[in-house]
């Protein structure tokens, strides 16, 4: 069964930055891309980037190109995302989910609130 | 980007009806190796999103032959026939196309 288990909810003040896990399991972490979504309160989903394990080559969407750094560790199947001098717009729940060919997102993770206040 | 714009914005429903929603994007979403890479989503409330079909019209692992997806190039529709209580949440259209990967606003479904 594949399974996406996130790190937990986080508190985090202005300024400062985040970093969130994805452990993977249930398949080979190295055959798919891993992508993040960002979803404010009440709002849609918004496509952060994704990694290639296998090759650790990133894409970003421009938008986040700067405030997000993705990064996975072949040795424990686990992706991570870093947000960076975070501000009250970086509050929201944040995805990952697994990529398949056709750009599809099959499996999500729980999803990680991350609140930004001082 | 892909801007991906669907209709409605939420609809009502009755129990063992049926709805259809659009999504339209800006650019053809045909891959240059002529796939087109149209996902649908339902978020239900307080849990993430699940895939429901995937490439315009097929539908993932365990999903019901009562959700079809169908269109080309820059046009779709979502079906859902004999509406249940557990279809109720946000559906979203998303594209795979181009980078960076987006999604339509979303429609909620809503019992009438």
């Known amino acids: 069964e594949v399974k996406l288990q996130q790190s937990g909810d986080e508190l985090v003040r202005p300024g400062a930055s985040v970093k969130i896990s994805c452990k993977a399991s249930g398949y080979t972490f190295t055959s798919y891309s891993m992508h993040w979504v960002k979803q404010r309160p009440g709002q849609g989903l918004e496509w952060i980037g994704a990694?290639?394990?296998?090759?650790?080559?990133?894409e970003y969407n421009q938008k986040f190109k700067g405030k997000a750094t993705l990064t996975a560790d072949k040795s424990s199947n686990t992706a991570n995302m870093e947000l960076s001098r975070l501000t009250s717009e970086d509050s929201a729940v944040y995805y990952c989910?697994?990529?398949?060919?056709?750009?599809?997102?099959?499996?999500w993770g729980q999803g990680t609130l991350v609140t930004v206040s001082s | 980007d892909v801007v991906m714009t669907q209709t409605p914005v939420s609809m009502s429903v009755s129990l063992g009806g049926q709805v259809s929603i659009s999504c339209r994007s800006s650019q053809s979403l045909v891959h240059n190796n002529g796939n087109t890479y149209l996902s649908w989503y339902i978020q239900k409330p307080s849990q993430s999103p699940q895939l429901l079909i995937y490439k315009v019209s097929n539908r993932f692992s365990g999903i019901s032959d009562r959700f079809s997806g169908s269109g080309s190039g820059t046009d779709f529709t979502l079906k859902i026939s004999r509406v249940e209580p557990d279809d109720l949440g946000v559906y979203y259209c998303?594209?795979?196309?181009?980078?960076?990967?987006?999604f339509g606003a979303g429609t909620k479904l809503e019992l009438k």
């Open positions: 990694i290639i394990p296998i090759i650790d080559t990133t």
């Open positions: 989910a697994r990529g398949t060919l056709g750009g599809s997102f099959a499996y």
């Open positions: 998303g594209q795979g196309t181009q980078y960076p990967y987006t």
